[in-house]
């Protein structure tokens, strides 16, 4: 006996000869007072081994799911979907589980991916596609992507018109859609100011907390120097460390608007082109960005010392990864940039 639902058909077939075909429906398992639920979801590909599970339950026969020609099964799509987002040797793919196939992550570094392109997928309709933030620090084995189709059917056009959004993407922007750049190693120069911690009334904090985050991406702190609160002597150890040609300078302490505070005019006078001063994301609203000789230059607030996440870890992995700082990415970092205050 058979039927149809659109394309699909519904065959009914002997237990024993359903080996490679798909069930139309859920089965039931029941061992009173032990046990009720499913046995099988519908869609399940029967093997071998379930045939004495399904004659256990008292089925000689059962629907089995046959596609029509432009239909695919949830398994199938979410594979394909899979592989046109991360045909690199970065990820790797789960096998599908309920019709959802996960794509995780082969090596450490920053992810990133295209928002616009995933919502334009997600606007198909009838697929899911969901990611991890751009520009995540992301290590192996950490799950960054999952796809699936609603349906356990969906029409092929729909998978197709979405591996062509891949495919496009890859096309005209010459990388991957999903993508995972290495961490540089660079050699940094720290430069920690305040009269408090030059004359050795308090011992300094943020030498520590700076070599910990750097040495979490592979860089390292070379070497470290103290200047009092006083501009002119900051700008002759920035100099210093520039001459040095370190890959990235870091300046830590005075860095708010109390009059002690020296630190961002002297970034400024030590001709550093300044990217932006303020940053719209608490805690580090107070970070300064710049270049100097094109060598990253960052003026680290407070919060850097005690604060697990602030606006300079956003920064740091996305330097260390390659990228320049633009206006526009501080800018772009007040949504979803209030974690502390």
């Known amino acids: 006996m058979s ?47 379930d045939i004495p599970r399904l004659l256990d339950i008292g089925k000689e026969h059962i629907y089995i799911l046959e596609l029509g020609s ?42 990133e991916i295209d928002g616009e392109l995933v919502h334009a997928i997600n606007r198909l309709g009838e697929i899911a596609l969901a990611t991890v933030a751009h520009c995540t620090v992301v290590e192996p084995g950490q799950r960054v992507a999952a796809t699936r189709v609603i349906p356990l059917v969906v029409d092929k056009d729909k998978v197709e018109q979405a591996e062509r959004l891949l495919s496009d993407y890859r096309s005209e922007q010459g990388i991957p859609p999903l993508r995972i750049r290495p961490f540089r190693a660079m050699r940094i120069g720290l ?31 070379i070497e470290q120097r103290f200047a009092p609160d006083d501009r002119h ?23 708010s608007v109390d009059p002690d505070d020296r630190t961002p005019a002297a970034i400024r006078e030590a001709g550093a082109e300044i990217v932006s001063y303020g940053t719209p994301m608490l805690p580090g609203s107070m970070l300064l960005m710049g270049y100097l000789h094109g060598v990253p230059i960052l ?43």
């Open 3 to 49: 039927g149809t639902t659109g394309g699909t058909r519904l065959t009914e077939v002997p237990v024993r000869e359903a080996v490679g075909l798909r069930l139309a429906h859920d089965l039931t398992q029941i061992i009173p007072g032990q046990f009720k639920g499913r046995l099988f979801t519908k869609g399940h590909l029967i093997t071998e081994e």
């Open 70 to 111: 432009t239909e695919l099964h949830e398994d199938e799509a979410a594979q394909r979907l899979a592989a046109g987002l991360c045909a690199d040797t970065d990820f790797s793919a789960t096998e599908p589980h309920e019709g959802k196939v996960t794509i995780k992550a082969e090596r450490r570094g920053l992810l």
């Open 191 to 221: 430069l920690t100011t305040g009269g408090e911690v030059f004359s050795g009334r308090i011992q300094d904090k943020f030498g520590p907390a700076v070599r910990d985050k750097v040495a979490a991406y592979g860089s390292e702190v």
């Open 233 to 255: 002597t900051i700008v002759k150890e920035i100099h210093y460390l520039l001459d040095a040609e370190y890959d990235m300078i870091l300046v830590t302490g005075g860095m």
């Open 299 to 341: 003026g680290l607030p407070g919060c850097v010392m005690h604060d697990p996440y602030t606006s300079f870890d956003v920064l740091l992995p996305r330097i260390l990864a390659g990228d320049t700082i633009t206006r526009e990415d501080i800018v772009t970092m007040g949504f979803g940039g209030m974690l502390g205050c």
